[in-house]
């Protein structure tokens, strides 16, 4: 079994200021993470994922995160919020064996403020 | 390279009736996999296809079903359509159809279902 929790419904930053979405995962197996992100009316996009490779992964548009097995977490991070970024961010996990299939959290609006 | 398509974008339809929806994966992906997004929720697993093949499925009725075509295009259909099916349907697919559980899904734009 395979869960992900999200622990912030919204988060609101001020542009300029670091952003922090915080995320908390379960698996039986050895997990492959995925931060997506979908901006209104729009599909999901792909920010990065985390394969069992380096623990600290760079995805696009400056975003971050880092896999920490000893906390079961996988927090998304970037050092400077810009208004393009408000947006709804989903923590995704996949296992092996899984049949490819993804768990998604419920997701954390990001509002992004002058 | 054409990205995921998905057709129609929106549709309305009422309790009972039938409904099917379509997905055009990207190029070189023989795997789709079609996701159900609730108002305010994540996307839950439906089913994947493999090669015209189901290839697993999530927590769903059996009257939500689908179809994967020698081209790797794939098809959603719900029969008797509930209040509850009201949702953005997204579909998704993969080179692979990730055993490992690394491959990496490419998302279309959805469509969105509304149940009057």
């Known amino acids: 079994a395979q869960s992900v929790t999200q622990l912030d419904s919204h988060v609101s930053v001020s542009e300029g200021t670091p952003v922090l979405l915080r995320c908390n995962y379960s698996?039986?197996?050895?997990?492959?993470l995925f931060w997506y992100v979908q901006h209104p009316n729009k599909g999901l996009q792909l920010l990065l994922k985390?394969?069992?490779?380096?623990?600290l992964v760079k995805g696009i548009n400056g975003f971050e995160a880092e896999f920490k097995k000893s906390e079961t977490s996988f927090h998304l991070t970037k050092p400077s919020a810009h208004m393009s970024d408000a947006a709804e961010y989903f923590c995704?996990?996949?296992?092996?064996?899984?049949?490819?299939?993804?768990?998604f959290g419920t997701g954390t609006q990001l509002k992004v403020e002058l | 390279e054409t990205g995921v398509t998905q057709s129609p974008t929106h549709l309305i339809k009422t309790r009972g009736q039938q409904v099917t929806l379509r997905c055009s994966s990207q190029?070189?992906?023989?795997?789709v996999s079609w996701y159900q997004q609730a108002l305010g929720q994540g996307p839950q697993f439906i089913f994947q296809y493999y090669r015209e093949e189901e290839n697993g499925r999530g927590n769903f009725p059996p009257r939500f079903s689908g179809l994967q075509f020698p081209n790797y295009s794939s098809e959603l259909n719900v029969n008797a359509l509930e209040l509850d099916d009201s949702a953005l349907y997204l579909c998704?697919?993969?080179?692979?159809?990730?055993?490992?559980?690394?491959?990496?899904?490419?998302f279309g734009p959805g469509t969105r279902l509304t149940v009057l």
């Open positions: 985390y394969t069992s490779a380096a623990t």
């Open positions: 190029s070189g992906h023989n795997t």
């Open positions: 998704a697919s993969s080179p692979n159809r990730g055993t490992s559980g690394t491959d990496t899904q490419y």
């Open positions: 698996s039986s197996y050895s997990p492959s």
């Open positions: 995704v996990v996949s296992s092996p064996g899984g049949g490819n299939k993804l768990t």
